[in-house]
DNA sequence: TGCCGGGTGGCACTGGGTGTCACTAACGTG
DNA sequence: CACGTTAGTGACACCCAGTGCCACCCGGCA
């Protein structure tokens, strides 16, 4: 059903994905009607939100297969090591893409931090990364998901993560995965950059 | 313009406000079409879209305000002051409600919140608020606003704030300025709670 | 009286998203 | 070979958010 020698809604879905995020890099969010895409990809309107359920997930790709694997990686992650030591080497390792993937993310993340549209869409997608890392750290503390400290870790780390990928993006100079450290080092120890304020 | 003895256009928007509260929570965001709300306050759908400019902003009150007071405060804050406790003193007293508004403010924050709509339609709104921390930011620290310090501590608190609203609309037994010391000092001490995780 | 100008309502239009139906190609099974 | 079944599709109608446009009404003002 998923799978098979020829998947033909793979096939199409995977064209709509490719023209929708070519379209919207030249043209805009907005300015690109679903029909535009559909035509674009040899189909139709409807077919195309029979692959897409918002013409905004037509950008985010397989995010829910990288938030069920960011899921996993908690899950199977060793009780000595910090739990913000291991939330960052979770998001390290799923954001560890190969170099031939990286245009495509980059086109991808401009997108979704750049559109006003696509970053409100955002919110609803990320939530489901804050259930995943909320249930973890509930996990290592033994408090209830919906506890202060859980929800905080979450959001705040996420928080961190999207930061990065910003400042990665706008800079260019360093990696992904330094500028996922350098922020989750800054979390983890109480913002250190901020402690000699004015004092001489 | 904006005031006067008798303003009719502020006196439909407040009317208009109230209706959408009422029945959003009542039915639902979605179930709710913008001819409903008009209906509901004695008007027309065409001037409810010329009071707002969104469905969702029907729901944010005066948030521009309560933006730029929170520029305000961040601007006169006395140097000698942590900036995270600069950013989580102006938090509080942004939120600091009246008891007899906390109702409505309740009303408000479950939508926003709860609503998934009105979650990603937040992002937006939200941008606003961390623009203006990570210029204080920028400001204390001499940085530029677009680097990773001034970003990070900027969605960092922000997220610390909203959990705190969360943790304050599901609880209710805190305050919501005691939920938002609470967050930020877990922020501001890079996670204390965290600390001794598995060890002994 | 006539000339404004702001607030309004009606109307038509674009575009996202959905439900429904008919068509087609693939795949058995008799 | 004829047969139902099923998945994928395209076409059409529909709802609703949001926008542009225009006609209207009403309070001021010369």
Redesign the pocket.
């Known amino acids: ?1 998923t799978e098979g ?1 020829v ?7 995977a064209r709509l994905q490719r023209a929708a995020l070519e379209l919207f890099t030249r043209d805009g969010f ?1 300015q ?5 895409i ?1 035509d674009a990809a ?6 195309f ?9 037509a950008v985010w790709g397989e995010f829910g297969a990288h938030v069920a694997r960011l899921d996993r990686l908690l899950a199977a992650t060793h009780g000595d090591q910090p739990v913000l030591a291991s939330i960052c080497a979770a998001y390290v390792e799923v954001n560890d893409y190969a170099a031939a993937d990286l245009p495509t993310l980059r086109q991808r993340m401009a997108l979704i931090l750049g559109e006003p549209a696509l970053q409100a869409h955002s919110q609803v997608r990320y939530a489901d990364v804050d259930r995943v890392v909320a249930g973890h750290v509930a996990r290592r503390t033994g408090q209830a998901p919906g506890d202060l400290l859980p929800r905080l870790v979450a959001t705040s780390t996420r928080a961190a993560a999207t930061t990065a990928f910003e400042v990665w993006l706008a800079g260019g100079t360093t990696t992904l995965g330094h500028a996922l450290h350098a922020a989750f080092d800054q979390l983890a120890l109480g913002f250190p950059a901020l402690r000699p304020p004015p004092g001489s």
Chains 1, 2 share one sequence.
């Open positions: 059903m020698p998947d033909v809604r793979a096939d199409t879905r907005e690109v009607t679903a029909d535009d559909a040899g189909t139709s309107r409807r077919t939100f029979r692959c897409f359920p918002t013409k905004a997930d």
